[in-house]
């Protein structure tokens, strides 16, 4: 980058800013919680940002709140379209819901019925398509071309990134001065925001990207932030943390290889155990995805990773979302005798 | 009861509000939660008192804290002793510990190891006895002829039901006027606590009472408040909500008897859905026992056992605790793949 000239990111403070005065009227602002015995556990004080508590249950409702406000008229009458089976599907048909605009949600037809079921309760449109990335955006693709909507990309979008962003203003109020932000990592939506509202905030600050590596070892931010490159050849992880395992976009990507600090790849016990500490210490649900954070704050990998010179005492972690299919896992039945 | 005579009750407001500033350096004060979901489904809104996030996970801590922190200088120097292998024993411990006092706990050799470990994590002293409420005694009245530690009772006592009472002092300042307060009941505890606050605050308020009935329909709280005498031949409910197998003593049964409005028996199968309302749509964890309250609130005989002329708009349900052990119902388990 020349000396003077800025490169354009697709997101700034200001943009953060206006998305969060969008949002206002429709989203929660999340609690901060504490949690003494994990503090102990991690040797410094965590201050947790409880995103399970935002409407839709995701953090994914601030984006996706944001992309429906900043429509024009004109785009509001024809509503908005994704591909997704997760917190981004559920958020955008909320979004769109109490915008009382049409949300048309292209969704693999392999999808739990209990999510399609979800969707559908916040009056999103289900599209069902073949169970292929190829399938889910030639879906979207048609969807958009028969009724004029919106393509809101789960992360890919500016008015995604700049909505997420929102979090970052209410945790630097809530919190005050940090050292580090520990974000859960995908498609770089929430990461991106966030790293670019924190930084122009507390300059001094880090933001350290949380992945999982998965039993396959497919850590693609950390390669990509070896390399400097986007690297999009990598498989996609097999992890339970099963909302991160998106690739980073066009827009997105920029702003993590230039805006964060640090990435830590955690395997899936360490999810399982950070997910253990946050229900039975903090007494919150969190989805495996959104426990990743803690499982990089108190991976062994940190203090070699941020190496001798960085001194971690006050850091927030996001606790990015908390929508977990308990039944799937027998956690219900485990309660009453077999029939 | 002949005019102008009043009964003596074990607790008073005042005895509560005392209860309050003595328990307000070591006790959390709790937050109140909403949930639309949850509202829709009642009829009513519902403000939750999350008393899973008190220290300790349960209420429980409120009332063993008022009674440590009531003690003279001189039982202060023997310390206390009860046997529990649940909450009371946990928040015993706890309260004990913070006062920095001893804190005998009697075990039943059948508890499982993990709660023996959380009691010793708070500095209790566990003293193993066998598996049975006679031996249970033995243990405790043991313990006071060796060390002339107080005993101090789960609920039948009258600092531990104040201390309990506290929650309704905070309850009523955080949501304002209510017509009903739904209480899981076991021992009594509590439910006086709240009932003797709750009513010298706001005379119209309802205490709704909340029981399983368990397996073998062993509702005995509701029995013995059709009949007006405590019923105590009734076999211990079979029931997942473990801290509600207790029994009413003769310093709470007054209290229950004339201070309380209805009692709900709930069914397994409620108490389970009650929980996954919690789960999916709070998101924040909660024990059986601590369910119990929502379940009553949801119950199909809510409405026939108030009668016509009881319409509830905004009440509160006492979340009471949060201590799940995951690991026994397979949960972590169950996100790792087969060893």
């Given at each position: 980058m020349a000396p003077g000239r800025e490169q354009?990111?697709?997101?700034?403070?200001?943009?953060?800013?206006?998305?969060?005065?969008?949002?206002?009227?429709?989203?929660?602002?999340?609690?901060?919680?504490?949690?003494?015995?994990?503090?102990k556990a991690a040797g410094f004080s965590i201050f947790f940002k409880c995103e399970q508590f935002q409407k839709g249950g995701a953090f994914k409702f601030r984006g996706a709140c944001n992309a429906v406000q900043a429509l024009s008229e004109e785009q509001r009458r024809c509503g908005v379209v994704t591909h997704s089976s997760g917190n981004h599907a559920l958020s955008l048909a909320l979004a769109a819901q109490l915008a009382d605009i049409p949300a048309y949600i292209v969704?693999?037809?392999?999808?739990?019925q209990v999510k399609q079921d979800a969707v559908a309760g916040y009056a999103g449109?289900?599209?069902?398509?073949?169970?292929?990335?190829?399938?889910?955006?030639?879906?979207?693709a048609a969807v958009q071309a028969?009724?004029?909507?919106?393509?809101?990309?789960?992360?890919?979008?500016?008015?995604?990134m700049a909505g997420q962003g929102t979090l970052a203003l209410e945790l630097l109020e809530?919190?005050?001065?940090?050292?580090?932000?520990?974000?859960?990592?995908?498609?770089?939506?929430?990461?991106?925001?966030?790293?670019?509202?924190?930084?122009?905030?507390?300059?001094?600050?880090?933001?350290?990207?949380a992945e999982p590596r998965g039993w396959n070892d497919a850590a693609d931010v950390a390669a990509s932030k070896a390399e400097g490159r986007?690297?999009?050849?990598?498989?996609?992880?097999?992890?339970?943390?099963?909302?991160?395992?998106?690739?980073?976009?066009?827009?997105?990507?920029?702003?993590?290889?230039?805006?964060?600090?640090?990435?830590?790849?955690?395997?899936?016990t360490e999810i399982v155990a950070a997910m253990q500490l946050i229900y039975e210490r903090m007494k919150v649900v969190v989805e495996?995805?959104?426990?990743?954070?803690?499982?990089?704050?108190?991976?062994?990998?940190?203090?070699?990773?941020?190496?001798?010179?960085?001194?971690?005492?006050?850091?927030?972690?996001?606790?990015?979302?908390?929508?977990?299919?308990f039944g799937a896992r027998g956690f219900w039945r485990a309660w009453l005798p077999p029939e």
């Open positions: 354009a990111y697709a997101v700034s403070l200001e943009d953060v800013q206006a998305a969060a005065a969008r949002i206002a009227p429709f989203a929660h602002r999340t609690p901060v919680m504490t949690c003494s015995a994990i503090d969704v693999p037809s392999n999808t739990p449109l289900v599209e069902l398509c073949e169970p292929s990335m190829d399938a889910r955006e030639a879906g979207a028969r009724t004029g909507a919106t393509f809101v990309s789960p992360y890919n979008n500016a008015a995604v809530q919190a005050g001065e940090l050292d580090a932000i520990f974000v859960p990592i995908s498609g770089g939506g929430l990461s991106s925001g966030i790293a670019t509202a924190a930084k122009a905030l507390q300059p001094g600050i880090k933001i350290i990207l986007l690297r999009m050849d990598l498989p996609k992880p097999a992890t339970i943390a099963d909302g991160l395992q998106g690739r980073m976009g066009d827009l997105t990507w920029p702003v993590i290889r230039d805006r964060t600090d640090a990435v830590i790849a955690v395997t899936e495996p995805s959104g426990a990743v954070g803690l499982a990089a704050a108190l991976s062994p990998r940190l203090a070699p990773t941020l190496g001798p010179d960085v001194r971690l005492r006050r850091v927030a972690v996001v606790l990015s979302g908390g929508n977990v299919d």
